[in-house]
């Protein structure tokens, strides 16, 4: 591992992750669930996935690892609940690839130009028309070949693309300020909650706030490319979500204030668009920013689209190399070194969601949800390490740990009870399609290695249960059945999470694969011991010339 990024490299690559098509339709989406109090529910998504990235800040320093996101719970809890954590977070990121080309799509169906009112076709009420799935895919198989070969094509063009994600939202934030903010917008139709604060909350779930923050991750994949991991990964990590949820604010006000008020008359559930900010550009007759926000439309979202084919394609690398899935997936092309086998899986998945989730709203629910429950072992995994890896070397050591991570638990529960029954049961339903393949290749390792790892692993399968059973029962301001009374239905939440936190915690234990992990761990404290001790000798010469 090459030690050569710095602070800002990593928090530059964790805010280039974490911009991209959320923030050309989230704010729409927020205030079309929330109103104008969405603001909040961008302040209250970065508590939430504070308090969880900050616990993955110390297993990704002690493990710097492609693909890590996925083995951090095999790690503590062995195969089972590493599995159902490894598919959760597979399904949320394959899922991303569709949801980048549906964007583009979208945002190309609201071409104003006269030649192009052929576009106005590519999407009706929200949804892709036949033509729109036919863009949508040429786009993904676009993102599909430019990994197919090699991912240093798109790479090289990295630095710039980040530099545009920058430019154009804060463009946008300060043209619609400047030409169409009307600040009775915020209090007038009807008040500043229209809907309640549960709206608030559920638009925290479902708006694309955790799949826009979901970026995070960026940094803490790079740690092992760090100068200082232990002062540069928590300070990239909390320092791009903390920048990324200003630009997130400021996007929200000025696209609450743009809105024209006859739009909203009927409230703000009837507000729609095919392409938010472009919409609100061509309306204030912002011609510079009409064509900025198509080209980055295209840009910032096929730059996401393709980054992620490439992860997701070493996803299922990693996933088979654990015993997954079947050897094909885990063969390199010779020349290319390029998982190919992998990729053309991920490519008829991307297929799947795209056809049966057409709208950027819709997948972007899907992709929240599923992101949500794979950051639930997060704190679990972190807090388990510290009593069965309490050897390991750790570059960087989250203080307050025994706080932060039961908080970060209890968040990411409520964040998933927020999102509403039935979508809740429907993610779940996604989740557990994969537990037959586990099964089968787990099988063949014997059954009594698998009650082990069951044993290990069961209290996330009951928690998953008990989750999708207090949605169902919860209060109807979340989409339940209103046996559970609203304010208690939260509280149960909660006692529920703290319960199964400390289940998992207790359930875990020294896993082989964590004994297999000892060996990455051992040679990050061997190459960081060596880095420090090459400077000595040029710190003590620059001490002696210095005197």
């Not at 076709?121 to 036949?130: I, K, N, P, R, Y």
């Not at 885990?330 to 057409?358: C, D, E, K, Q």
Request: charged residues 10%; glycine residues 10%.
């Amino acid at each position: 591992m090459q030690r050569k990024m710095g602070t800002f490299s990593l928090m530059m690559t964790g805010l280039g992750s974490i911009i991209g098509s959320g923030w050309l339709f989230g704010a729409w989406k927020a205030a079309q669930i929330a109103g104008p109090a969405a603001v909040f529910s961008w302040l209250i998504g970065m508590l939430v996935i504070l308090t969880i990235a900050l616990s993955y800040s110390e297993l990704g320093t002690m493990f710097p690892e492609a693909g890590g996101m996925v083995k951090y719970t095999q790690y503590s809890h062995g195969s089972f609940a590493g599995f159902l954590a490894g598919w959760a977070n597979w399904i949320a990121i394959v899922s991303v690839i569709p949801v980048e080309a549906i964007a583009s799509v979208q945002y190309m169906s609201s071409w104003p130009w006269k030649w192009a009112s052929w576009t106005h076709d590519l999407v009706h009420e929200g949804q892709l028309t036949g033509e729109g799935l036919f863009f949508a895919s040429l786009l993904i198989l676009v993102y599909f070949f430019l990994n197919y070969w090699t991912v240093s094509l798109f790479a090289k063009a990295n630095s710039m693309i980040t530099v545009f994600k920058f430019i154009v939202p804060t463009a946008t934030i300060v043209a619609l300020l400047a030409f169409g903010f009307q600040s009775g917008n915020f209090t007038d139709h009807p008040s500043f909650t229209p809907y309640g604060w549960s709206s608030v909350l559920t638009a925290v779930a479902t708006s694309g706030i955790v799949f826009a923050f979901n970026g995070f991750q960026s940094p803490i994949n790079m740690a092992g490319e760090a100068k200082k991991p232990n002062f540069s990964i928590p300070i990239s990590v909390v320092g791009s979500v903390l920048i990324a949820t200003m630009l997130y604010v400021c996007l929200q006000i000025a696209f609450v204030g743009a809105i024209d008020p006859a739009l909203v008359q009927h409230g703000w559930h009837q507000l729609s668009f095919n392409s938010p900010f472009a919409d609100l550009a061509i309306a204030l007759g912002v011609n510079w920013l009409v064509i900025l926000l198509y080209v980055d439309a295209f840009v910032s979202p096929s730059g996401t689209g393709t980054t992620y084919t490439a992860t997701t394609a070493r996803m299922i690398y990693g996933m088979q190399k654990n015993g997954y899935f079947p050897s094909v997936f885990g063969t390199l092309h010779p020349i290319y070194g390029v998982p190919r086998a992998a990729m053309f899986f991920n490519l008829a998945v991307s297929f799947a969601f795209l056809f049966l989730f057409r709208g950027w709203g819709s997948l972007a629910e899907i992709i929240s949800v599923a992101t949500l429950i794979s950051y639930i072992t997060g704190p679990v995994t972190a807090a388990v390490l510290r009593r069965t890896g309490a050897h390991l070397y750790r570059p960087f050591r989250l203080k307050g740990l025994p706080i932060i991570a039961p908080c970060g638990f209890v968040f990411a529960s409520l964040t998933f009870y927020w999102a509403r029954w039935p979508l809740t049961g429907q993610v779940l339903f996604i989740i557990f399609i994969g537990l037959p393949i586990y099964f089968y290749y787990q099988s063949r390792n014997g059954w009594r290695q698998f009650a082990q790892e069951l044993k290990a692993g069961i209290w996330m399968l009951v928690y998953l249960l008990s989750m999708a059973l207090v949605s169902c029962l919860g209060s109807k301001q979340f989409g339940g059945r209103d046996i559970i009374p609203y304010g208690w239905d939260m509280g149960l939440v909660a006692l529920l999470a703290l319960a199964f936190y400390f289940w998992g915690v207790r359930s875990g234990v020294v896993t082989k694969h964590l004994q297999e992990a000892e060996q990455l761990n051992n040679e990050l404290k061997r190459r960081t011991q060596m880095v420090e001790e090459a400077a000595l000798p040029s710190a003590r010469t620059i001490s002696s010339q210095s005197k």
